[in-house]
């Protein structure tokens, strides 16, 4: 059999009830790029948190907040 595809989503997170991921989406969203700014950018060790927040968020509101992160405007604390 060819290779097979594992496919993953981010693991339950205690702090974020099941119903509504959308807190759950916008801390991971900031752990990545906190964890960009402590280890840089050529760091692979914050891929995961990449790959959670990608999994979690809506593309248009990660497009939104990669715009307002270059403008100065974004809400979260990074």
């Not at 891929?47 to 509101?61: D, I, N, T, V």
Request: charged letters at 30%; glycine letters at 6%; a negative charge.
């Amino acid at each position: 059999m060819a290779d097979e595809i594992e496919l993953k989503t981010a693991p339950a997170d205690f702090r974020f009830p099941t119903t509504n991921q959308t807190r759950h989406c916008f801390t991971r969203y900031i752990e990545f790029h906190r964890c960009l700014a402590a280890k840089g950018e050529e760091s692979n060790q914050c891929e995961r948190f990449a790959k959670y927040y990608r999994a979690l968020c809506p593309g248009e509101w990660v497009d939104r907040w990669n715009e307002q992160r270059e403008n100065g405007t974004f809400p979260g604390p990074l």
